[in-house]
T-cell receptor, first 115, second 113 residues
Framework: AQKVTQAQTEISVVEKEDVTLDCVYETRDTTYYLFWYKQPPSGELVFLIR??????QNEISGRYSWNFQKSTSSFNFTITASQVVDSAVYFCALSEVNTGNQFYFGTGTSLTVIP | NAGVTQTPKFRILKIGQSMTLQCAQDMNHNYMYWYRQDPGMGLKLIYY???????DKGEVPNGYNVSRSTTEDFPLRLELAAPSQTSVYFC????????????FGPGTRLTVT
């Protein structure tokens, strides 16, 4: 079973639109960590954010914001006023404390921002 | 502090050839990982290591081998390369605590023809 599901394979938005990338996870652990990574066209993987399972406060960093809801096992990522430079593949990942050796990645959402 | 380095950046192999993808980190991280990313797909874990001398299989280990003789290095060996192993290979490392993110290398693009 897929531990991290990113149902949106590809999204296209026009520049300056807001866009939300969905991430749903599955775990039996009470302590776990969630991450978002960005993979621009150049190919490297860039860490964006980490959240732990005990902190459901939403976080905002510039145009980026994250909505963590344990009740729905979701950790969604919103980009406000999207820009062309936001075009990339975005990955959500899960790390469980009890099986802390592995990270589980979703299949990624490819975002294209059209100028 | 170079982070995670991978060599080579690109490689073309013929079917049946073997090669080793190199990965090194200078952050004294215990955990190291090898992933493959097929075109348009997510990351799949090949092998991982929790410390020198300890390795374990991930989701897609067949056709690969690893070793971890030092904390810094985690080479991935491909034996008898097959076209199905055409992919981008990423090495990553992190500290022991689960709460910390993985740091990724720049990737190695491998084509098997």
């Amino acid at each position: 079973a897929q531990k991290v599901t990113q149902a949106q394979t590809e999204i296209s938005v026009v520049e300056k639109e807001d866009v939300t990338l969905d991430c749903v996870y599955e775990t039996r652990d009470t302590t776990y960590y969630l991450f978002w990574y960005k993979q621009p066209p150049s190919g490297e993987l860039v860490f964006l954010i980490r959240r732990n399972s005990f902190d459901e406060q939403n976080e905002i960093s510039g145009r980026y914001s994250w909505n963590f809801q344990k009740s729905t096992s979701s950790f969604n990522f919103t980009i406000t006023a999207s820009q062309v430079v936001d075009s990339a593949v975005y990955f959500c990942a899960l790390s469980e404390v009890n099986t802390g050796n592995q990270f589980y990645f979703g299949t990624g959402t490819s975002l294209t921002v059209i100028p | 502090n170079a982070g995670v380095t991978q060599t080579p950046k690109f490689r073309i192999l013929k079917i049946g050839q073997s090669m080793t993808l190199q990965c090194a980190q200078d952050m004294n991280h215990n955990y190291m990982y090898w992933y493959r990313q097929d075109p348009g797909m997510g990351l799949k874990l090949i092998y991982y290591s929790v410390g020198a001398g300890i390795t374990d299989k991930g989701e897609v280990p067949n056709g690969y081998n690893v070793s971890r003789s030092t904390t810094e290095d985690f080479p991935l060996r491909l034996e008898l390369a097959a076209p199905s192993q055409t992919s981008v290979y990423f090495c990553a490392s992190r500290t022991t605590a689960s709460r910390y993110e993985q740091y990724f290398g720049p990737g190695t693009r491998l084509t098997v023809t």
